[in-house]
């Protein structure tokens, strides 16, 4: 009996050791895959508009960021042509490479230079603009900022209240999206439809401002309030 006993503790005891050597080994991959996202995602920092767009307010400034940003698109897209623009939303980390593919998968698992990346880049979707147009981003956990994890942080609604809209910049233009409602879904619900139900949005989000007409943007990412779910950031084009 008593060489059972000690079977057996020493039978936990290895147990419990191989769930703390698991878990740190899991740890250690997550720390590993966040900070390769980190280098990944910074590879265009230099590009970005943002610094030019935050002196801009309005009106014809505003064409005066497309004259800067045209010959940096340019210089991006020698290195990858799949970069269509720039997206940037004040107050939050999403200042990126706005990027599409042939189709939704590639990029969720390549950087914006094409490099291999967890993290994946933030893309269009395939359909390209509609009157509601998808863009993708993955979100890396509460231990990383980059790519779409901010949009989570629209749940609080300190946050909703404060980061009311952003931009995407492209060679021919500066969209600025004002942001109307923040919900959680599941994926292909009436979120992600070509042309946006607002009266769906409005009795399903859980934040919604009031929409005055325009063009809509989704912006769409991991949330792991439950299985399977997404956190869709809505915006619309405010027209100049």
Not at 5 to 28: D, E, Q
Not at 61 to 81: G, Y
Not at 163 to 187: C, H, M, N, Q, W
Request: hydrophobic share 40%; proline share 2%.
């Amino acid at each position: 009996m008593k060489k059972l006993k000690i079977f057996i503790t020493i039978l936990l005891f290895a147990l419990c050791l191989c769930g703390i050597v698991y878990a740190l080994y899991g740890i250690f991959t997550e720390t590993r895959e966040v900070e390769t996202a980190e280098t990944v995602s910074a590879v265009f920092t230099e590009f970005s508009p943002a610094d030019t767009i935050e002196k801009t307010e309005s009106g014809s400034a505003l064409d005066a960021v497309i004259d800067e940003f045209r010959p940096k698109l340019t210089a991006m897209q020698e290195k990858n042509s799949d970069i269509i623009g720039w997206i940037y939303i004040p107050q939050t980390h999403i200042n990126y490479p706005l990027l599409q593919g042939s189709d939704n998968k590639y990029y969720l698992t390549r950087g914006a230079d094409k490099s291999r990346s967890a993290a994946g880049s933030v893309f269009i979707d395939q359909n390209g603009f509609a009157e509601n147009t998808v863009i993708y981003g993955h979100n890396m956990g509460r231990s990383s900022n980059v790519i779409f994890h901010d949009i989570t942080n629209f749940s609080d609604k300190a946050w909703f209240e404060k980061a009311r809209f952003g931009y995407i910049i492209t060679k021919d233009e500066v969209i600025r999206i004002d942001f109307f409602a923040y919900a959680l879904t599941r994926p292909e619900t009436k979120f992600y439809a070509n042309i946006p139900d607002i009266e769906f949005i409005k009795d399903n989000a859980m934040y919604c401002r009031e929409y005055s007409g325009g063009r809509v943007f989704t912006l769409s990412t991991c949330a792991y309030d439950y299985k399977n779910a997404r956190a869709v950031l809505i915006g619309e084009e405010k027209v100049r």
